[in-house]
């Protein structure tokens, strides 16, 4: 069966540092990879995702991702935070080759202070 | 280019109501789906429709239907609404032509059962 784990329920982070959302999955094969994020009141909006290639995936909004298949990860990274980040994102995974649907990690809600 | 819309945004019933949400998106997609959103639960899949003429239970569909009424649009239907179906919904869409394309969200409708 899938699965994804986001092992930390918040993050915070000062305004200028780099962050990190992290993410790990569980999948037979090799998988589709998502991150979602969710601003207040709205609806999920696409980040970036990993299909195959390069393992550092480059999205939205300065955002990156490193696929790394040996530890099951896809953490979220981002150089520097802005105040404007703060949201709540989704790690999200599908497995290739297969009728299963995308599924959704719980959630992470970042927190950036200025 | 509107994406993807929902209505209503908001509704409030009394157990045993009935009441359909409505999707429609503009993106020429195949594929649609309705999610739920609880806290601390991430999304679940209730129902999806891999396209037009065709619909499929996703991991929580008990207490729904759906209807793929055309290519654009797509409803969710709660026959006798429970106290537990109080959740955010979320409409999604995709083109549908391999398993890791990218799915784009409506903005919710929240429900709210007494």
């Known amino acids: 069966a899938q699965s994804v784990a986001q092992p930390e329920d918040q993050v915070n982070v000062a305004e200028g540092n780099p962050l990190t959302v992290k993410c790990t999955y569980s999948?037979?094969?090799?998988?589709?990879l998502f991150w979602y994020v969710q601003y207040p009141n709205r609806g999920l909006q696409f980040l970036l995702k990993?299909?195959?290639?390069?393992?550092l995936v480059k999205g939205s909004y300065g955002f990156e991702a490193e696929f790394n298949k040996s530890q099951t990860s896809f953490h979220l990274k981002k150089p520097s935070a802005l105040v404007s980040d703060s949201a709540l994102y989704f790690c999200?995974?599908?497995?290739?080759?297969?009728?299963?649907?995308?599924?959704f990690g719980k959630g992470t809600k970042l927190s950036v202070k200025p | 280019n509107a994406g993807v819309t929902q209505t209503p945004k908001f509704q409030v019933l009394k157990t045993g109501q009935s009441m359909t949400l409505q999707c429609a998106q503009d993106?020429?997609?195949?594929?649609m789906y309705w999610y739920r959103q609880d806290p601390g639960m991430g999304l679940r899949l209730i129902y999806y429709?891999?396209?037009?003429?065709?619909?499929d239970k996703g991991e929580v569909p008990n207490g729904y239907n759906v209807s793929r009424l055309n290519k654009r649009e797509f409803s969710l239907r709660l026959e006798s609404a429970a106290p537990s179906q109080t959740s955010v919904y979320f409409c999604?869409?995709?083109?549908?032509?391999?398993?890791?394309?990218?799915?784009?969200f409506g903005p919710g409708t929240r429900l709210t059962v007494l």
């Open positions: 999604a869409s995709s083109d549908g032509t391999f398993l890791g394309d990218t799915q784009y």
């Open positions: 999948v037979s094969g090799n998988p589709y």
């Open positions: 990993y299909i195959t290639g390069d393992n």
């Open positions: 999200a995974v599908r497995a290739r080759g297969s009728q299963g649907n995308l599924i």
């Open positions: 993106m020429n997609h195949n594929s």
């Open positions: 429709s891999a396209s037009e003429g065709t619909t």
